[in-house]
């Protein structure tokens, strides 16, 4: 079993506070929806929440304050049950059933890419990428952020496993290049900030063709 990958504090403290990005906060509250929340996590998250409020309220903070936060999140995570869903995908999580689905499209060899509509804050946006097993997404780092959290499958980069709930955050200092272990395929969705960027001679070659 490999280490858990849980999403990190300061994304936390953000998603909980109501200042995560919107795409960036569906992956969160997908992650949250996938580990079952132990009183451990809930009295982590209400800390954090209280740590972020304190340093963004110009006021003393109302006495629900935190309970406010907390609803929010309550509310990304889990009563999305309660809207009627609105994709054929009844595998989704319950965060990701509320939203409207692009058409898959062929992103390289054994993957493909379909875009979650609505949630976007500029470039960044969600998108859903299904590798088949034994497949890989070309190496590449990122124009900006990447959030990407495990839905069915598993995948490993070089040094880090990944299974269903795990959360991967990336930037344009990581170099990775996502390869499914999984013998079922990999299904991910992940807050992509403008395009993912492939190094080399040949990788700028074949940066036209790879657009997700
Ligand atoms: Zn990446």
């Given at each position: 079993?490999?280490a858990?990958?849980?999403?990190?504090?300061?994304?936390?403290?953000?998603?909980?506070?109501?200042?995560?990005?919107?795409?960036?906060?569906?992956?969160?509250?997908?992650?949250?929806?996938?580990?079952?929340?132990?009183?451990d996590?809930?009295r982590?998250?209400?800390?954090?929440?209280?740590?972020?409020?304190?340093?963004?309220?110009?006021?003393?903070?109302?006495?629900?304050?935190?309970?406010?936060?907390?609803?929010?999140?309550?509310?990304?995570g889990?009563?999305a049950?309660?809207?009627?869903p609105l994709?054929d995908?009844p595998?989704?999580?319950a965060?990701?059933?509320?939203y409207?689905?692009?058409?898959w499209?062929?992103?390289g060899?054994?993957?493909?890419?379909?875009?979650?509509?609505?949630?976007?804050?500029?470039?960044?946006?969600?998108i859903?990428?299904?590798?088949e097993?034994?497949?890989?997404?070309?190496?590449?780092?990122?124009?900006?952020?990447?959030?990407t959290?495990?839905?069915s499958?598993?995948?490993?980069?070089?040094?880090?496993?990944?299974?269903v709930?795990?959360?991967?955050?990336?930037?344009?200092?990581?170099l990775?290049?996502?390869r499914?272990?999984?013998?079922?395929?990999?299904?991910?969705?992940?807050?992509?900030?403008?395009?993912?960027?492939l190094?080399g001679?040949?990788?700028?070659?074949?940066q036209?063709?790879?657009?997700?």
């Amino acid at each position: 079993m490999s280490a858990r990958h849980a999403v990190s504090d300061d994304r936390l403290i953000a998603y909980a506070a109501g200042t995560l990005s919107p795409p960036e906060a569906v992956v969160v509250a997908t992650h949250l929806a996938l580990r079952p929340r132990s009183e451990d996590v809930l009295r982590a998250l209400t800390h954090v929440a209280g740590d972020a409020l304190e340093d963004l309220a110009p006021e003393p903070l109302s006495a629900d304050a935190l309970d406010q936060a907390l609803a929010r999140a309550e509310a990304d995570g889990g009563e999305a049950e309660a809207l009627p869903p609105l994709n054929d995908m009844p595998e989704l999580p319950a965060p990701l059933r509320r939203y409207a689905l692009g058409p898959w499209r062929w992103m390289g060899p054994g993957v493909r890419v379909r875009d979650v509509l609505g949630p976007r804050d500029g470039d960044c946006r969600v998108i859903l990428l299904k590798i088949e097993p034994g497949r890989s997404t070309p190496r590449h780092t990122h124009g900006g952020v990447e959030v990407t959290c495990v839905l069915s499958g598993a995948y490993a980069t070089d040094d880090e496993r990944f299974d269903v709930g795990d959360i991967e955050e990336a930037d344009d200092h990581t170099l990775h290049q996502p390869r499914v272990v999984s013998s079922e395929a990999c299904l991910c969705v992940a807050a992509l900030d403008g395009q993912i960027l492939l190094p080399g001679l040949l990788g700028r070659l074949m940066q036209p063709f790879v657009r997700l």
